[in-house]
C-alpha cells in the first residue's frame, strides 16, 4: 500500500469509528494517541482528509465511503496534491478549476440541501445557496487588536512571515487557519482571539459611562470584553450557568487588565432565578444566548452530519425561557442585545417576535450577520428597545 492508500484507510477508520458524541477535534487526538507511530505529517494529511470529508454534509450518502473522502479532497482543496494525484490524478488536473465545474465532473449532484440538509430552516436574510457552499471552505482565524497596538501587532507578524488583512476597521485582522498567534504576539494584552463576525455585535452595543450592563449568558467573556474596550466605565455583571467557564473568564479579564465587575453563577431558567435577582435593573443587557452554533459549522463541519434537527425546537424554547426571566430587568428605555452563532430562523427571528410579543421592546437595528462573506462565523445581533 502506498502512504496515500495508508492516509485514506486511516481517514475511513477514524469515519466509521466516529459517532459524533466528541467534537471531531478530541476524537482525532485520541485516535492519533492509540497510533503513536504516525508523525506530523501523517496526522495533519489525515485529519484533513476526515475534515474535508464531513464538509460534504449529506453529499452523496450512498456511494462509497472512499469516493467520498476522495471527492471531498477534490472539492475542498484548489491546488494539485499528491494524494489526488496517486488516488484520482484526473481530478488533481482539474483541482483549480471553478466549484461549479468541479462539480460537474462528480458521480452525484452537488446541491446545496445534499451539503446542507436544513436549508429550509435558514433565517431570512442568508442566501441558502451561497451558504450551503460555504461549507466547503475552512473559516479563517481572527483577532481584535486593541488601541494603539495595530502597528506593534502588524510588525511581529511580518516578522514571523505570516500573511494577514487588515479589516477597514483598523482592528480586526483575518489570519490564516491555525496561526499560533499567541507565539508571534506574546503580550495578551494587546489583542484578543474573537471571530470578526462576534466583533461585529459589539455595534449594536452603544454603551456609555455610569450605565450598568448585564451580560447573562457571558460565557468566557467575549462580549463583555468587547463591552469594556469599548466604555471601561460601564458597571458590569456577567453571569452564566457554569462555574468553570467563569473561571476561565476571570483569567481573560485579568489579562485584558479588567477589574472592577459583579460575577455569578446563575441559570436563568430556576424557579428561583427571578427572586434571586431581587429589584436589579440595568440599562444594558446582552443575552448571548445558548444556540445550536450552527453559523459556526464551518469550523465543526461533523456537526452538519450529527445535528438532530428537533435541537433546534429545544434551544428555541431555552432561548424565549432565558429571554423572558431577563427582560423584567431592564430599565425602562434600556437595551437588549439578543445575540445568537445560529443560522436558523427558529432561533433568531422567531426569538424576537416571542420577545416583542411578551414585552413593550421593539427591533430597533440588526440581523443576520454574513460572516461567510470574509471567510467567518455566521451570526444574528439585534438591538431591542
Ligand atoms: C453562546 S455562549 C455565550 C458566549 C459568550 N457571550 C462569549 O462571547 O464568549 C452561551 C452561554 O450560555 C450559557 N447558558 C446555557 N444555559 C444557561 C442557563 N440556563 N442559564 C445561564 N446561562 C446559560 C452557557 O453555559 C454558555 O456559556
Known amino acids: ?5 495508508n492516509y485514506l484507510s486511516s481517514a475511513e477508520k477514524i469515519i466509521g469509528a466516529y459517532t459524533g458524541s466528541l467534537p471531531l477535534h478530541h476524537f482525532l487526538k485520541s485516535f492519533f494517541k492509540e497510533h503513536p507511530y504516525m508523525g506530523g505529517r501523517d496526522r495533519r494529511w489525515i485529519s484533513q482528509l476526515v475534515y474535508h470529508y464531513f464538509r460534504l454534509g449529506h453529499w452523496g450518502k450512498t456511494l462509497p465511503l472512499k469516493e467520498r473522502i476522495i471527492a471531498g479532497t477534490f472539492l475542498c482543496e484548489t491546488a494539485p496534491n499528491d494524494f489526488l494525484a496517486v488516488l484520482q490524478p484526473d481530478w488533481n488536473e482539474r483541482v483549480s478549476l471553478p466549484l461549479s465545474e468541479k462539480a460537474a465532473l462528480l458521480p452525484a449532484p452537488l446541491t446545496p440541501d445534499a451539503i446542507f440538509p436544513l436549508i429550509t430552516s435558514l433565517s431570512d436574510s442568508l442566501d441558502a445557496n451561497a451558504y450551503a457552499y460555504t461549507m466547503l471552505t475552512q473559516p479563517r482565524l481572527f483577532i481584535r487588536v486593541r488601541q494603539q497596538k495595530l502597528d506593534k501587532v502588524k510588525a511581529l507578524l511580518d516578522k514571523a512571515g505570516i500573511a494577514y488583512e487588515v479589516f477597514a476597521n483598523n482592528t480586526t485582522i483575518a ?3 491555525g496561526t499560533k498567534i499567541e507565539t508571534i504576539v506574546t503580550e495578551k494584552s ?4 474573537q471571530d470578526a463576525s462576534s466583533q461585529q455585535t459589539g455595534a449594536l452595543f452603544l454603551p456609555a459611562a455610569g450605565q450598568r450592563w448585564w451580560d447573562c449568558c457571558a460565557a468566557s467573556g467575549g462580549k463583555s470584553i468587547l463591552l469594556k474596550d469599548q466604555q471601561p466605565g460601564v458597571q458590569l455583571l456577567v453571569s452564566d450557568v457554569r462555574r ?11 489579562a485584558a487588565g479588567i477589574k472592577h465587575y459583579d460575577a455569578r453563577v446563575a441559570d ?12 436589579q435593573q440595568f440599562d444594558g443587557i446582552i443575552l448571548d444566548a445558548p444556540c ?3 453559523g459556526t459549522w464551518g469550523r465543526t463541519p461533523e456537526s452538519i452530519s450529527f ?21 423584567p430587568f431592564l430599565k425602562k428605555g434600556g437595551a437588549l442585545i439578543y445575540i445568537t452563532c445560529s443560522v436558523f430562523k427558529q432561533e433568531n427571528e422567531e426569538v424576537v417576535s416571542y420577545i416583542e410579543r411578551i414585552s413593550d421592546l421593539r427591533r430597533q437595528t440588526g440581523g443576520v450577520i454574513r460572516g461567510y462573506d470574509q471567510g467567518a462565523d455566521t451570526m444574528y445581533a439585534v438591538r431591542l428597545s
Open 175 to 177: 489570519l490564516p487557519n
Open 292 to 294: 445550536s452554533g450552527s
Open 268 to 279: 436563568l431558567t430556576a424557579p428561583g432565578f427571578v427572586a434571586s435577582m431581587g429589584h
Open 307 to 327: 445535528f438532530k434537527p428537533e435541537e433546534i425546537g429545544k434551544y428555541q424554547q431555552l432561548q424565549q425561557k432565558i429571554a423572558h426571566n431577563v427582560v
Open 244 to 254: 468553570s467557564i467563569l473561571e476561565n473568564l476571570q483569567q481573560r479579564f485579568a
Open 1 to 5: 500500500m502506498t502512504r496515500w492508500e
Open 190 to 193: 494587546w489583542y484578543e482571539v
